[in-house]
């Protein structure tokens, strides 16, 4: 589980401006992706077989076929069953265990599969919802508002953006502007927004390989572009998932290193996983550059009662107040959660 520290802000002096109510959406970080038929998922999380922190996703949807969806939703089940009875026994400390999510198929799944976990809720982070788009935006959302109501703790929602309404250049802002009114008004348990880069790259037929980043697919990264600039203001917005977890020269991670700096360089924070081999490599790439912290904190603890711009602690850029508090902000809430370089 990714952590967030009262005690790191108060040792750094920005306590009163970073809590963890505004850092909750910086904490999904690497999400694992399990189709919810693994059966290895309870020993995973029971015996902590992976030693970086992690959030965990059960997936109901496309890593599963139209015919196991009950097998699935039985699976589930006795997922969280085990876990919390594990927790109740004592067999193993709740800090280790990873933020669960449930990506469900339909908004009534989500309210009829809440309805059979409920006695575990405890566990449930929330759920992420795929193709969230013009058609099942209003539904989703009363699904989650139902979810809540009848909910002892807050369960959020990700919608994933990803479905072919995005794809059409000459309705596409308008599309995403209607998007984000509905997002808008869930944004209490709007935990992160995300992207579904695979189902966007279906529509044209093309991947990457793994010296190249979906920056470089032009027709994706405009789309990328236009969803970063409608949602990432207000909400967190994850990067796509990379799909390379092996090479035999570790290219894939070199990939995946320069995918991620790009990432960060245009707003994406986070990121989907795929295999465990990715999520050092995804813990690594959110740590904070020192130089980055420093200035971070220089901004955040700027005291003068004229002068609002300085030079950075190493004396190489320029910080100024007024237009760098959103990036101080930002920047040490990731380095709480995820640490410094």
Request: glycine share 4%.
């Amino acid at each position: 589980m990714y952590t967030f520290s009262d005690e790191f802000n108060k040792k750094h002096n920005c306590w009163h401006i970073i809590n963890k109510e505004n850092a909750a959406p910086y904490t999904v970080g690497a999400l694992l992706y399990c189709p919810a038929l693994n059966t290895k998922i309870i020993d995973m999380v029971l015996h902590n077989s992976i030693k970086h922190p992690f959030s965990l996703a059960l997936c109901l949807e496309d890593s599963i076929s139209d015919s196991a969806v009950d097998i699935a939703e039985t699976q589930i089940l006795h997922i969280f069953k085990t876990i919390f009875q594990s927790l109740a026994n004592g067999e193993f400390i709740k800090s280790t265990l990873p933020q669960i999510f449930i990506r469900v198929r339909s908004p009534l799944q989500a309210t009829t599969l809440f309805n059979k976990i409920k006695q575990y809720e405890s566990l449930l982070s929330g759920f992420i919802l795929p193709k969230y788009s013009l058609d099942c935006a209003e539904e989703y959302n009363k699904s989650i508002l139902e979810i809540n109501k009848i909910s002892n703790k807050k369960i959020y929602m990700m919608p994933i953006i990803e479905s072919h309404d995005v794809i059409t250049l000459n309705t596409r802002h308008k599309t995403l502007v209607q998007l984000k009114s509905y997002v808008d008004t869930m944004a209490d348990y709007v935990l992160n927004v995300r992207i579904g880069g695979n189902d966007l790259c279906n529509y044209f037929g093309i991947r990457r390989s793994y010296d190249e980043t979906i920056y470089d697919i032009l027709p994706i990264s405009n789309i990328l572009s236009d969803i970063l600039t409608i949602f990432s203001a207000d909400y967190v917005v994850s990067g796509p998932v990379w799909e390379y977890f092996d090479s035999p020269n570790n290219e894939w991670s070199d990939g995946l290193k320069q995918e991620m700096r790009l990432d960060k360089l245009n707003g994406f924070i986070g990121k989907t996983v795929i295999h465990p081999n990715q999520i050092e490599v995804i813990n690594n790439c959110l740590k904070v550059e020192k130089f980055d912290f420093e200035d971070a904190l220089s901004i955040l603890n700027f005291k003068s009662d004229y002068l609002l711009v300085a030079k950075s602690i190493d004396g190489k850029r320029m910080n100024e107040i007024k237009t760098h508090t959103k990036w101080a902000e930002k920047i040490v809430i990731l380095a709480n959660i995820y640490g410094v370089k």
